[in-house]
């Protein structure tokens, strides 16, 4: 372990922070809302990868690596509802989207 | 020496991952986030997991990205000017959440240092043994996900 488990964490909280903020105030677009939800998953997998360096264990990188294939599978089908909510209203708006309650 | 890159490192991660948090035109927010992503996968590599680090850099920054900025592309979505930029109250609500998360996590990572002696690093053969034998059954589920995501991309790209 280079540097103490605290930077690790401190630094992947600082990344969880930024894309919370991300998907917190870009409510009007889509597209920028699944980038915070990448950035939170990348500070996740960083505070996993962190803990896998600090205790020698694998079982940190091994659901880092669960974490990599889930955010692939997740990433494809947000950005075919991306597509598809698109083709229905012509917007990305979050707001524009209130199907249910009409 | 491997201290300093990993300062050097993090600080690009940070910097890189807030201009992409604050850009208004969604392809420079990806190409930020791409660099950020890259200097992550660095970080992986000198936190002695060249497998995640591997991973992140063709996964992550390879497909992912890439299939943001094909979406973007593909619905014209790179124009700023015509987006609608977050609003005051929201911008203002987020700052309140992340500064309440922020402190509370670094308060909590900061003073509960735990001293443990240092474990010596994995290899690459011990990590694939460990993966397929005693998580062999969690790579069966995940490979069974990214079936089923095909599966529901296809049906909801399908034109009708």
Known sequence: ??????????LSSLLFVMGMFCLVSWRTNLIMMLIGIEIMLNAAILAFVGGAAF??????????????????????????????????KRSVNSDDFTMLKE | MEQGIFYILAAVVVIATFFSVRE??????????????????????????PLVAAFEVIIYAGAIMVLFLFVIMMLDLGRPEKAMLPGKRDRGIALLLSAVTLAAVITLAVHRSVSMPAAPPMRIHDFAAFLFSRYGFAVEVVSMQLLFALVGALYLGRRR
């Open chain 1, 1 to 10: 372990m280079i540097v103490p488990l605290s930077h690790v964490l401190v």
């Open chain 1, 55 to 88: 205790w020698g264990a694998a079982d940190g990188q091994v659901f880092s690596l669960f974490i990599i294939a889930m955010t692939s599978a997740e990433v494809s089908l947000a950005l075919a509802l991306v597509v598809y909510l698109h083709r229905r």
């Open chain 2, 24 to 49: 208004k035109h969604p392809v420079h927010a990806i190409i930020y986030l791409a660099t950020s992503f890259f200097a992550l996968a660095v970080i992986f590599y000198l936190l002695a997991a």
